[in-house]
T-cell receptor
Framework: ETGVTQSPTHLIKTRGQQVTLRCSSQ?????VSWYQQALGQGPQFIFQ???????GRGNFPPRFSGLQFPNYSSELNVNALELDDSALYLC???????????FGPGTRLLVL | AQSVTQLDSQVPVFEEAPVELRCNYS??????LFWYVQYPNQGLQLLLK??????LVKGINGFEAEFNKSQTSFHLRKPSVHISDTAEYFC????????????FGTGTQLKVEL
């Protein structure tokens, strides 16, 4: 059974640029959730995707957007990067009918 | 809405000593409860979860937690810690009946010393 994978592992961008982060779900899972973990903080929910549709969103601006593909993999896009976007971005997969989310290793984004 | 409080930001403990990491939550609806562990430069690994039934739940690596509804707590315990338990521990909740987001506490850094 393959776990949740994310790419890239690390990324450096400058303010104002755009970034795309990728996530592959654990085998058999149909739901993907994205979280932002700032340094020294707990993860904060960005949004969730189920069957290629957004299924809930946290308190993040519209410049944070996502996609889910038919194979349940997902992308997180962030436009107009700001310094405060520097964080570890975590992807979690699950079944919509179940409550347990399984996390990938994360992508560490640094915005200069 | 839900919130999670982990009052201890850091807990130092000697190897083979017992440890308790505290977690309290607030919610207007019923919740499921989780503990995750994060090793340096890694993602989150599920330690244990409470969904229903017995209020004492056992997880991986010898950890256990007890759900106390009256005190809205879900404290994590281990009777004897090892150096390899050094990590960040996060308590999290999710609303029952279709909740889609985990709400996390700010984490507790467990540092096990020789």
């Amino acid at each position: 059974e393959t776990g949740v994978t994310q790419s890239p592992t690390h990324l450096i961008k400058t303010r104002g640029q755009q970034v795309t982060l990728r996530c592959s779900s654990q085998s058999g899972h149909n739901t993907v959730s994205w979280y932002q973990q700032a340094l020294g903080q707990g993860p904060q929910f960005i949004f969730q995707y189920y069957r290629e549709e957004e299924n809930g969103r946290g308190n993040f601006p519209p410049r944070f957007s996502g996609l889910q593909f038919p194979n349940y993999s997902s992308e997180l896009n962030v436009n107009a990067l700001e310094l405060d976007d520097s964080a570890l971005y975590l992807c979690a997969s699950s079944l919509l009918s179940e409550e347990t989310q399984y996390f990938g290793p994360g992508t560490r984004l640094l915005v200069l | 809405a839900q919130s999670v409080t982990q009052l201890d930001s850091q807990v130092p403990v000697f190897e083979e000593a017992p440890v308790e990491l505290r977690c309290n939550y607030s919610s207007s609806v019923s919740v499921y409860l989780f503990w995750y562990v994060q090793y340096p430069n890694q993602g989150l690994q599920l330690l244990l979860k409470y969904l229903s039934g017995s209020t004492l739940v056992k997880g991986i690596n010898g950890f256990e937690a007890e759900f106390n509804k009256s005190q809205t707590s879900f404290h994590l315990r281990k009777p004897s810690v090892h150096i390899s338990d050094t990590a960040e521990y996060f308590c999290a909740v999710i609303a029952t009946g279709g909740g889609n987001k985990l709400t996390f506490g700010t984490g507790t850094q467990l540092k096990v010393e020789l």
